[in-house]
């Protein structure tokens, strides 16, 4: 169990979607005493079970709207699993969509220590990491412009720079990699590859198969909410490509 | 035997001896009785619901440590998260106003002149204290740091949405964040209270130094409303229109520039009934130390710890219990 980073057993997530608009207090009263508030459920995840040893990259391979985000929530906690259970050991560090968490009426240098905080690092520790943070992000000119008026181009190089400097245990990254010109997606790779030989494990979504054979050593397939696959990554990506959903 | 049984003796005793306290306990040990016998049913029942809370919580201490510890051990992860928002709400209050941080000690300071001037001229009430700003301005102190605190941690959640839909963060450290900051603003009105205390030359008397116990029930207080609140406006929007209403009212209900025993002969009845009114205990209690000298009795501490306490319970047991739905609902 030592060596299991992230452990996902038998996890389903249930969504409520609402049927019809309820448009007042009144009608909802009204509605409730009849017993007719339907919800349709959604099931977003269905059964899902793996285990991710430690130092391992992961490659989650599915379409828009297959659970690839939904499982990346759960496994960072955000969302609760409606059924099954996750153990985590070790610090994450979530690399959702652009930017985690940031605050857009601050300034990348208040953003940056209350990302580090919610990390739990002190200011002092930050400080240290603050120069590299910037450095790799090449945003010093705009240190202190409020992150709502940096395109969105700077604010991921922004959040990816402080998701992989703050010494994660176990990396979550969803899609981050096409973001930026090519120069930076190339020094991210290069930063995600230090990471890997540091022994950090890393949980990464695509829907491109290239980008997670580059990467990983196993990968598995999320279709509507379920697992089509899961093992060595050229078998997984040739089902991907194979069973037409890649593309 | 269950948990629930436990519990259930632990009420039931601490009713019995609660009610033999009130009405065997001399007045000289227990201080002024609070209200009449239906009051008794209704602190009687506060304090119940903080005994089996609290009890609650005892057991889960005592029989599953790891979930406490598992507890404390988070909140100590974020304890830098906490302290950044707090420096963060104060920062941001301020920016762009040209006499910055000066505004937390004037604002209180001129809200008390206007009240004076109204108070002093069109409305007048007799009173046994002479220094009627004094009176003022402590009142204001009391009342205006319950409702900016939990008025601003109502929005806390629903505000850091961005936040939440991101990362894992414990839902509490937002609703706490905003009454640290609010305490911030406290001390400084409290400064504005010295101030006119000094210059109005107020009898001081030793209970001065008693101040930290009213302070501190009123942040344990207005921690558990506002966690209340707090959750309830992730599901319940509305309670942001309903909650404007009741501040309004709780100030004409606290006895903030009316002295507060002018209910006894005029009408025994509401002031009976605005004893279930927490803001009243919390501000009798600072007054009789800060301005009167009064060590208040058991009673008195009984009433704003008990309120305190429930308002925490319930407020802890809500985040608990709840905040995994809070992220459906943002």
């Known amino acids: 169990m030592e060596n299991i980073a992230v452990s996902v057993k038998d996890v389903s997530m249930m969504f409520n979607l609402s049927r019809d608009k309820v448009l007042g207090f009144k009608e909802y009263i009204v509605k409730a005493l009849k017993r007719q508030l339907y919800y349709d459920e959604f099931w977003a995840l269905k059964n899902i079970s793996f285990d991710v040893p430690k130092g391992e990259v992961l490659g989650i391979l599915g379409l828009n709207g297959s659970g690839k985000s939904t499982l990346l929530k759960l496994v960072s906690g955000v969302f609760k699993p409606t059924k099954g259970s996750i153990t985590v050991n070790g610090s994450i560090s979530p690399l959702l969509e652009l930017g985690m968490g940031f605050d857009p009426e601050f300034s990348a240098r208040e953003n940056v220590y209350m990302n580090g905080a919610m990390f739990g690092h002190s200011p002092s520790y930050m400080d240290t990491l603050y120069k590299d943070i910037m450095d790799f992000a090449e945003l010093w000119e705009f240190a202190d412009v409020p992150i709502k008026n940096f395109s969105s181009g700077m604010s991921a190089r922004l959040g990816f720079s402080v998701a992989t400097r703050v010494n994660p245990d176990i990396l979550i990254v969803d899609e981050i990699l096409g973001v930026g010109d090519f120069r930076f997606a190339e020094k991210s790779e290069v930063r995600i590859n230090e990471l890997l030989s540091g022994g950090t494990t890393v949980l990464l979504v695509s829907h491109a198969a290239e980008t997670i054979k580059k990467l990983c050593t196993r990968a598995m397939i999320l279709h509507q909410g379920s697992m089509l696959g899961f093992g060595d990554v050229d078998e997984i990506c040739e089902l991907y490509q194979k069973s037409g959903i890649g593309s | ?330």
């Open chain 2, 1 to 330: 035997m269950t948990k629930k049984h436990f519990s259930g003796i632990a009420v039931i005793i601490s009713g019995i001896l609660f009610a033999l306290c009130w009405f065997y306990l001399p007045v000289e040990v227990a201080g002024q009785r609070p209200g009449n016998v239906p009051m008794l049913i209704f602190y009687n029942a506060l304090i119940a619901i903080t005994i089996s809370i609290l009890l609650t919580f005892f057991i889960i201490l005592v029989t599953k440590k790891s979930y406490i510890l598992g507890h404390i051990s988070t909140f100590n992860h974020f304890r830098h998260l906490l302290l950044l928002m707090v420096k963060r709400d104060f920062v941001t209050r301020y920016r762009r106003s040209v006499l910055g941080i000066l505004w937390s000690l004037l604002n209180p300071l001129l809200t008390m002149l206007v009240l004076t001037m109204v108070f002093s001229t069109i409305f007048r009430f007799e009173m046994d204290y002479d220094y009627f700003p004094v009176y003022l301005i402590s009142g204001q102190l009391i009342y205006n740091f319950f409702v900016e605190s939990t008025s601003l941690a109502m929005n806390s959640i629903t505000g850091s949405a961005a936040i939440i839909k991101k990362i894992y963060v414990p839902k509490y450290i937002f609703p706490i964040s905003r009454v640290l900051s609010s305490m911030v603003n406290l001390g400084f009105s409290f400064i504005a209270f010295l101030l006119v205390f000094i210059i109005l030359r107020a009898p001081l008397h030793w209970t001065f130094v008693l101040i930290p116990i009213p302070i501190l029930y009123l942040i344990i207080f207005s921690m558990g409303v506002s966690m209340i609140l707090s959750a309830m406006m992730v599901f319940f929007r509305d309670i942001g229109y309903i909650y404007g209403i009741l501040t309004t009212l709780l100030m004409f209900l606290t006895p903030i520039f009316w002295p507060a025993n002018m209910l006894i002969e005029r009408s025994p009845r509401v002031y009976h009934m605005i004893h279930l009114n927490p803001m009243f205990h919390y501000v009798n209690y600072f007054r009789d130390v800060a301005l009167f000298g009064v060590v208040p009795g058991l009673w008195a501490n009984i009433i704003c710890l008990g309120f305190a306490l429930a308002a925490l319970s319930i407020g802890l047991y809500t985040k608990m219990a709840q905040q995994d739905k809070y992220i459906l609902h943002l």
